[in-house]
């Protein structure tokens, strides 16, 4: 079964490597996305003018900020769809996104017409930043700027593409597309559509990225990371009165024994109140940009190694130990089965050796879901991840028809939030999908998380439950299969 860019094209992941691009999923988007921070540091020419030309079209947003705009042309300017082709995101069995809406294009239309009114005038800054605004605004996070900047790119992305399918791939692989908004045209004010000779998969093409432009979890410049270091914010000020009236401000806002919760809140309102500290919280990260090319080089292997080889040996795993993606079921059936062999393959195939991070647990249950999701790319059944009908988003939802849904939710032991979750958790999402068919499945990777698990079943009254699944993950317990 084909996952990969590399395995569907015949291309070596070695030629992809040398070429500079990340193996892309062609079945479900990586949690990885683009940092525009990467391309301000980089040494590369070509990159820089990428951001130059970023930071361009901010100050032509600019100087639209103070004219009451209709409509249909702040649509036109600030929207955009999220640029799927490129399969980095956070949907998992699928690349459709939500793209930058009305909240965004709201936030960035205000933001440069008050708060950022000296965008590409900062005096204390070597450059402006797009992520600015996400420090800023509640609401416009990694996903929104990764979004923009990818959009703003997308112009070299389709080149980089066009140049590695015209010298690398066959004429049967690739097709002509004419491509919307690739690029902006400051004469019309207007985007245009051009072709382009690229990758194509069913219908629709392929965008490779450059790997070293790409980062996970979250940009460099980032609103929680600046909350986070807000304490020694101050320092960097080198007007010592204004140093005191920012830290008898933030003091103020404080009760004797603060929680975490409400140190974040004040650091916010003294940020708001002291503006000029968000961009001192710039200049610091600017001046340690070296780290962010380093970190960012560590996030992106380590999704390649894990998320990418690693998932490349599970689905090569299955199918030569099982008929797992040749069984025909039906709903709740299905789902119990494909949990069911799941299980059996962690447990009892050497399973577990590759649902982790390089031996250690997984830390986010969104890494194990996505272990989990490829294991449906090939059902007649529908299979959504996490859909979300206004009562939160439910991990896999399966069905067949209208009248058949059945719901799965992925638990590792060790989240600290497991009994409530059990307890009031799936059965919310159970009636928002009008369905009373679901599995929980936990995963244990230690000794102590499957005493936890049988406790909390315990004190639930849930210990033979046959809607609960625990999966044994640990690789203390348990001989190789090779030498059973």
Not at 245 to 251: G, K, L, S
């Amino acid at each position: 079964m084909d996952l990969y860019f590399s395995q569907h094209f015949g291309v070596s992941e070695e030629v992809l490597e040398e070429y500079g691009a990340f193996d892309l999923s062609i079945v479900s988007d990586l949690p990885l996305f683009v940092d525009p921070f990467l391309l301000f540091n980089s040494e590369k020419p070509e990159y820089q003018e990428l951001h130059a030309e970023i930071l361009r079209y901010l100050k032509f947003l600019r100087s639209k900020a103070d004219i009451q705009l209709d409509p249909n042309l702040i649509n036109s300017l600030y929207r955009f769809k999220e640029v799927k082709q490129n399969w980095f995101g956070f949907t998992l069995l699928g690349n459709g996104g939500s793209g930058l809406g009305p909240v965004f294009a709201k936030s960035l239309h205000d933001s440069l017409g008050h708060v950022l009114g000296n965008f590409g005038s900062e005096s204390i800054t070597s450059s402006s930043h797009l992520e600015k605004l996400a420090l800023i605004k509640p609401g416009v996070g990694r996903d929104n700027i990764s979004d923009f900047t990818t959009n703003l790119i997308k112009e070299f992305l389709l080149e980089y593409t066009q140049e590695f399918a015209r010298t690398r791939l066959s004429e049967d692989q690739t097709e002509t597309f004419a491509v919307t908004r690739a690029r902006f045209n400051y004469d019309t004010e207007t985007w245009e559509t051009r072709k382009y000779l690229l990758p194509k998969l069913n219908d629709d093409f392929l965008i490779l990225t450059p790997a070293d432009i790409l980062t996970r979890d979250d940009t460099w410049i980032s609103h929680s990371d600046m909350i986070k270091g807000f304490e020694k914010l101050p320092e960097a000020i080198p007007d010592g009165e204004l140093r005191a009236q920012i830290d008898n401000y933030f003091r103020k806002q404080l009760g004797k024994k603060p929680t975490a919760k409400e140190r974040a809140e004040a650091a916010r309102r003294t940020i708001m109140a002291f503006p000029d500290l968000i961009d001192y919280y710039i200049k610091e990260k600017e001046d340690s940009g070296e780290s962010a090319v380093a970190v960012s080089a560590e996030k992106v292997e380590d999704t390649r190694a894990v998320l990418v080889e690693q998932l490349k040996r599970v689905v090569a795993d299955l199918e030569a130990k099982s008929d797992f993606y040749e069984k025909p079921w039906s709903s709740l059936d299905e789902a119990r089965a494909r949990v069911g062999l799941f299980k059996d393959y962690v447990e009892n195939q050497d399973g577990y050796k590759l649902i982790n991070r390089n031996g250690k647990p997984f830390s986010r249950e969104d890494e194990v879901q996505l272990f989990f999701g490829v294991m449906w790319c090939s059902t007649d059944f529908d299979v959504n991840r996490e859909p979300n009908n206004g009562r939160g988003p439910v991990d896999f939802k399966v069905s067949f028809g209208a009248g058949d849904k059945s719901l799965i939710e992925f638990k590792l032991a060790s989240n600290s939030a497991l009994k409530r979750n059990l307890e009031k958790q799936v059965e919310i999402y159970e009636k928002a999908n009008k369905t009373s068919q679901s599995l929980k499945v936990i995963i244990c990777y230690t000794k102590s998380d499957e005493a936890k698990v049988q406790r909390v079943l315990k004190e639930l009254k849930l210990t033979d439950n046959p809607a609960i699944v625990v999966i044994d993950a640990r690789n203390d317990n348990k001989p190789s299969a090779s030498k059973a």
